[in-house]
Each structure stands twice: as structure tokens, then as C-alpha cells.
Nanobody, 126 residues
Framework: EVQLQASGGGLMQPGDSLRLSCEAS????????IGWFRQAPGKEREGVSC????????YYGRSVKGRFTISINNAKNTVYLQMNRLKPNDTAIYYC???????????????????WGQGTLVTVSS
């Protein structure tokens, strides 16, 4: 069965760091676009960071650029989202997603991804 499994969420304080993981099963990330998206209460799901696994090109949303880093461990078939200097408005359910259309990483839009994992909740609060 083809699926994505996101993990690593938790309750954090402002300024903390956290790493989310997204493990694929049933397929490998070769030549896929993989993305992290988030949805805060009452808001639409938005692209946080995406990567074109074929060339390694990355995209970051404006609000996370410079704080978050996306990376791939091909040996573990896992994509990570390293989140530093967390802020309260980073609070959301974070989802990982993938598509065989690797170029969709450049836009990192919800509509461009067709395989979704379950979300993992990140709460940033003092």
C-alpha cells in the first residue's frame, strides 16, 4: 500500500526547534515532489516547504524562510522538516504530501499534490 506517515509533532515553546518526519511506504521518493503543508484552525491549508527530489531544488513559504529546512534521506525514504525559532503562529496540523510531478515542488500548492499523509499537530505556546 502506498502511503505517507508523518510524525514528530508536539507542544513547543516559542523559540524552540522541532523536526518533523515523513516516511514513505510502498514507493520511493525518486523523481517525486514532496511537500510539507500546514493548516491552522480556521485557515486554509498552505504550502510550507517543498522539494523536487530529482534535483534537490527547494521552495519555502515566506513566513518560514530562514527558519525551516526541508531535507531528504533517500536511504530511509524519509523527508524531514527542521523547524527552528518556532513562533505561536506556526501552530497548525502539518501534513506531508507527494506527487510524481516533481515540478510541482516549485509552486508548493495543495492542488499540485495527490498523495497525502495524516497530519501531525504542532502547538507553539508559552
Amino acid at each position: 500500500e502506498v502511503q505517507l506517515q508523518a510524525s514528530g509533532g508536539g507542544l513547543m515553546q516559542p523559540g524552540d526547534s522541532l523536526r518533523l518526519s515523513c516516511e514513505a511506504s510502498g514507493f520511493t521518493f525518486d523523481d517525486y515532489a514532496i511537500g510539507w503543508f500546514r493548516q491552522a484552525p480556521g485557515k486554509e491549508r498552505e504550502g510550507v516547504s517543498c522539494i523536487d527530489s530529482s534535483v534537490g531544488t527547494t521552495y519555502y513559504g515566506r513566513s518560514v524562510k530562514g527558519r525551516f529546512t526541508i531535507s531528504i534521506n533517500n536511504a530511509k525514504n524519509t523527508v524531514y522538516l527542521q523547524m527552528n525559532r518556532l513562533k505561536p503562529n506556526d501552530t497548525a496540523i502539518y501534513y506531508c504530501a507527494a506527487t510524481i510531478h516533481s515540478g510541482n515542488a516549485y509552486w508548493c500548492e495543495v492542488s499540485g499534490f495527490d498523495l497525502w499523509g495524516q497530519g501531525t499537530l504542532v502547538t507553539v505556546s508559552s
